[in-house]
């Protein structure tokens, strides 16, 4: 299988804290992972895509500096919210592509800045 | 860029029907999914389906992309259907960007 483990899957931080989640491949390698944001009610949008090794690539419309990406390994990739606001509340969820398979999800992470 | 548009946006269904889903996107892609996002928000790779119909149980879709559509149907449906249903696709060109259509809000009522 393809297997995306992401954590924490719930968090509350002040309002100007930073938060880190991450996001693991357990059985493969993942070059390129992604990044989604999800408001209550609505389809996911992409923020960014994590490259292994380089920059992240981001959409258009995403703070690059209010949303830091870091791919240092093969399995993993880490998203981090700096200086948080309640606008930033959000559901994010990250994924990842198994060669042959089709995309696989994690478990998301609902933050919650107040 | 690539619009994918997905009818009807909510449905409720009695236990025991059936129901079709519907995904329309602008441009030609190259592969199509659909996944179940349950209300705890994990979502559920049903199906990996560029083109042709799959069969999973009580699940199949279809995808016909020269028309640039995709069905899922979805049979004899269980309260535990219920959920959010999106489609998602990338398009043609370098880019593996996973884009998600609009979603299918379905409620299953015992």
């Known amino acids: 299988g393809a297997v995306v483990s992401q954590h924490p899957s719930r968090v509350i931080c002040k309002s100007g804290t930073s938060v880190k989640i991450e996001c693991r491949s357990l059985?493969?390698?993942?070059?390129?992972m992604f990044w989604y944001r999800q408001f209550p009610k609505q389809s996911l949008m992409l923020m960014a895509t994590?490259?292994?090794?380089?920059?992240?690539?981001?959409e258009q419309g995403v703070e690059k500096d209010k949303f830091l990406i870091n791919h240092a390994s093969l399995t993993l990739s880490t998203l981090t919210v700096t200086s948080a606001h309640p606008e930033d509340s959000s559901f994010y969820i990250c994924?990842?592509?198994?060669?042959?398979?089709?995309?696989?999800f994690g478990s998301g992470t609902r933050l919650t800045v107040v | 860029g690539i619009q994918v548009e997905q009818s009807p946006p909510d449905l409720i269904l009695q236990e025991g029907a059936n129901s079709t889903l519907r995904c329309n996107f602008s441009?030609?892609?190259?592969?199509l999914q659909w996944f179940h996002q349950n209300p705890w928000g994990q979502l559920i790779n049903l199906f990996y389906?560029?083109?042709g119909t799959k069969q999973n149980g009580r699940l199949s879709a279809t995808t016909v992309a020269t028309e640039r559509y995709s069905l899922l149907y979805i049979s004899s449906s269980q309260t535990t259907d219920s959920g959010v249903y999106f489609c998602a696709s990338h398009y043609g060109g370098a880019t593996n960007k996973l884009i998600f259509g609009t979603g299918t809000l379905l409620a299953v009522q015992p």
């Open positions: 389906i560029p083109s």
């Open positions: 441009d030609s892609v190259n592969n």
């Open positions: 994590s490259n292994e090794g380089s920059k992240a690539t981001y």
């Open positions: 994924s990842a592509r198994k060669g042959g398979h089709g995309y696989t």
């Open positions: 059985d493969f390698q993942a070059t390129t």
